[in-house]
């Protein structure tokens, strides 16, 4: 296993493995208050489907406890997680089925080739030729933060250390897992801008393998629905501005949010930093 930073693990952010392209260490970053995220206790990452055996043993070493999976069922009996010996997965849906035949073609895509991309089957289905991505996805992150029993579910896990470490992931591990890694770290209290950059870094850590599908997908698409394409392979700080700014618009701030959508009061709140800050 290789990585960007020097050292051995625990301490580095970007875990390289063959079968993933975004899988991260969630630890290392500041908090308001001075303290640091713990490494070695919250991971995130895209689809696990395509891990190695090399792969394997490695995930195996990182101690995790917990696969938190936020696919439907069709993602999931497409590319299902690999079982880990003493390891739970766990899987709730973070999009609701009404949303989810416009944002992931679920239950559209017939017998879809199961080691095809996703995005493959949506330019297949007429996809873009039909929506915009780029208005769908600020509508999809300004309904995700709110009564989603995805994130209740994984707000409710994270207060019970012997849940962790934890791994959460959805199909390329940005936008269902973006929103999870920001309400993980806003909880811990990471500033805003802070969390907006390890949402961001995505755009970097998927940069070769989005350029490469690109690439693949120019000769069978128009120009507009490639620039479509592009906007449903990346990150914009746009899309978490409208997550951030659907929270506040319902609840006011951040605290009064965590409180009364998870039942995480300022007291609970300080029992995970403790748990979980150093």
């Known amino acids: 296993m290789s990585t960007t930073r020097d050292g051995a693990y625990p301490g580095q952010r970007i875990i390289v493995l063959e079968g993933t392209h975004n899988f991260r260490d969630m630890g290392g970053y500041q908090t308001a208050d001075g303290r640091k995220v713990k490494y070695g206790i919250f991971f995130r990452s895209d689809e696990l489907t395509g891990l190695t055996e090399q792969d394997l043993a490695a995930v ?3 101690n995790i406890k917990t696969i938190f999976d936020y696919r439907d069922d069709y993602e999931a009996q497409k590319k299902p997680d690999p079982v880990f010996a ?11 089925a009404d949303q989810a035949s416009r944002i992931n073609i679920s239950g559209n895509a017939g017998n879809a080739d199961r080691n095809q991309h996703v995005i493959v089957d949506m330019v297949k289905n007429g996809y873009f030729k039909q929506f915009r991505a780029d208005t769908m996805m600020m509508g ?3 309904k995700l933060p ?3 029993p995805s994130y209740k579910r994984l707000m409710e896990m994270i207060q019970h250390s012997d849940n962790l470490g934890l791994l959460h992931h959805c199909t390329a591990g940005k936008d269902r897992t973006g929103v999870g890694a920001a309400l993980i770290l806003l909880a811990l209290g990471v500033p805003e801008e802070t969390v907006m950059k390890d949402y961001l870094l995505t755009n970097e850590t998927m ?3 989005n350029g490469k599908l690109l690439s693949q997908l ?3 698409v128009n120009e507009v629905e490639l620039r479509n394409i592009e906007h449903l392979l990346g990150v914009k700080e746009q899309f978490m501005e409208a997550a951030f700014g659907s929270i506040k618009k319902t609840y006011g701030n951040v605290d009064t ?6 039942g995480l009061t300022n007291q609970r709140r300080k029992a995970l930093q403790s748990m979980y800050l150093e």
């Open 60 to 62: 195996q070493a990182l």
């Open 86 to 96: 003493g390891v739970k997965n766990i899987r709730i849906a973070a999009i609701q």
């Open 140 to 142: 999809l992150y300004t």
């Open 146 to 148: 709110l009564g989603n």
């Open 207 to 209: 940069k070769d393998f």
């Open 218 to 220: 120019a000769e069978h």
């Open 257 to 262: 949010y965590f409180s009364e959508e998870f």
